[in-house]
C-alpha cells in the first residue's frame, strides 16, 4: 500500500531533499507540501495525509500546532516531528503535542524514512533514537553529571562569553571549547544556550542571583 506524505516545513531545498528521498522508496508518495503552519494545517485537513512531516520552526508558529491539530482532525496520522534543535525539551514537547517521532534533520534521509515508516505504521507510538537517553537524563535524581571543565565553560556561557572568549580565559582552541559547549548542551538535553543556562539553574548546576555572596 502506497504511504501518502505531506511535507511542511518553509525552506524549498529541505521539501526538495525530503521529496527525492520519499520518491526512491517505492511505497511512498508525496502528495502535498507547506511552507507555514496555517498552510500545512490546511492542506493536512483537506488531503489527509499518510504520514505528515514537520518542521519545528516556521514563520507563523511553531510545528507543534500542527501536530496538535492533525492529531485533533485523524487520529491515526502519522505525524514526524524534524527540527534542527533536538534537545530533550523539544522531543517530549513533540510527544506531548502527539506526534508519532522526533527526528533531527541532521539525521541521514534513511532515518527520517524509517521514522515516517514507523509512524505509518503506529501512529499513536512514538518513537525517537535519542528518547531512551532523554528518559534517563530527566529521571535522574543527581541530575547530569558534568566534569570540572564543562563546569567551568558552564560557567563562563552564562556570564555570556562567546567561544573565542572562553577558549583565550581556559587556554585551550577554539575547537575544543566547541567540543565541550556540544556535550554541555548533550547532558543538559538543550538545543541552544538559553536553554542550557535554563536548565543549568533548574538542577543547581548554576547559581541564581539571591544565591551570590
Known sequence: MTISVLLADDHELIREGLRRAFEREDDFEVIAEAASVAEAIAVGCKVDPTVAIVDLRLPDGTGLDIVRALRDHNADMGIVVLTMYAGDNQLFDALEAGASAFV?????????????????????????????????????????????????VLALLADGLGVAQISRQLYISESTTKTHISKLYDKLGAGNRAQALMTALKLGLLATPDDSP
Not at 505509518?120 to 558534568?146: C, H, I, M, V, W
Open 104 to 152: 533531527p534533520k541532521s539525521a541521514p534521509a534513511e532515518e527520517i524514512v524509517a521514522a515516517a515508516r514507523h509512524a505509518a505504521s503506529a501512529p499513536r507510538s512514538f518513537t525517537s533514537t535519542d528518547l531512551a537517553e532523554a528518559l534517563k537524563r530527566r529521571t535522574s535524581p543527581q541530575g547530569p553529571q558534568l566534569s570540572p571543565r564543562e563546569r567551568e
